[in-house]
């Protein structure tokens, strides 16, 4: 029997971000099961409510009119994970943080790359997320996902994820993760932490996370697309991470650009790939401030700048 799905209207997505920005939802439920899950796109089948899923909120950029349809909120933390013979199967749901430090608790290596990362275990699947010459697509070995215009359910080996820069399978398709499998290996518990302590403490040094932000706002630009004339200026700053790139931190800064403000959006000072709401900062000001960057790189250094952040109800 089906559960009473509390779909609630015009719920502020704003504190769901990491941007803390972004207007309403027109239509919001929140799951934190998979039959949840199915009644919520049911719900959205039934009235032709375009669907938007949102989980860790920590890649968003989410307009000031919100989005106008049903945002599924996959409520961060929830679900289950277990071990089987290295191999741990979790919920999408859950935090990558929970999932860093099961690993880690159980002596096992292969995720303390993460350890600082923002989000969701799905949310990172789907964007391929990667830091510290690491991807998600290193260690995925199956993933569970629903489609959400026939509820149908899917495996999807490694290959068949069509793991991409900041991308996959799921980023072009209708579907949801629900459940994946990673591959780890043994290792030593105390050393792992010390990895994991290390990127945390990394992050802690060099990111503004004094300020609400979204991580990297634009992606890194791979060599071949910087023109040679310019490399000069960025070749200290080189470096194959996930394949040789030029990090766009350092086109930024080369510019000149740290600390450029749209109203209480800004270039962080700190890190210069990363814009900062000062306070008050609307998505307005965010995509106009992406716009005045885009455009100045472009006249200096004829470099096309991608944003990395997902836009929603733009
Ligand atoms: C301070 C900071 C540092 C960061 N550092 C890094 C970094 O080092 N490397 C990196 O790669 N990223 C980084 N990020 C970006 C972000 O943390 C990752 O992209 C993260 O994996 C997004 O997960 P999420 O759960 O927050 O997704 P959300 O922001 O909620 O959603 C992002 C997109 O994924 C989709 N999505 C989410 N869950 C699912 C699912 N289960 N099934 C299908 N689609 C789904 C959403 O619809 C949306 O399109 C950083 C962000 C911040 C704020």
Known sequence: MMSELSIQE??????LTTFKIG????HFVSVKTEPELHEALEVSRKNSWP????????????SDKGFDGLVINLELGTGDWGLDDNQLTASASLSMRDLVNASIDNGLSGLAWAGG???????????????????MKDIVTTVTSINTKTGAKVTRNNADCQFEYRGSYYKYHPEIITLATIQLHPGDKAELRRIADEHIQYRLA????????????????????????????F?????????????????????GLKGMRVGDAQLS???????????????????????KIKAEIKTRYQIDLEVEPQLVGF
């Open 23 to 26: 207007g309403p939802a027109r």
């Open 117 to 135: 990362l923002p989000g969701s275990f799905g949310g990172a699947i789907r964007g391929n997320a990667g830091c510290f010459g690491s991807e």
């Open 10 to 15: 015009n719920v502020s997505l704003a504190p």
């Open 206 to 233: 060099r990111q503004p996370l004094e300020f609400p932000n979204a991580g990297s706002i634009f992606k890194n630009v791979p060599l071949e697309q910087v023109p040679k004339i310019h490399l000069p200026l």
């Open 269 to 291: 000072e700190k890190h210069s790939n990363y814009i900062v709401n000062l306070g008050q900062a609307k998505s307005s000001d965010i995509v106009a401030l992406i716009d």
């Open 51 to 62: 669907i938007f899923i949102l989980a860790g909120g920590s890649n968003l950029i989410v």
């Open 235 to 255: 070749a200290d700053a080189i470096k194959d991470d996930p394949f040789p790139i030029v990090p766009t931190a350092k086109i930024l800064a080369v510019a």
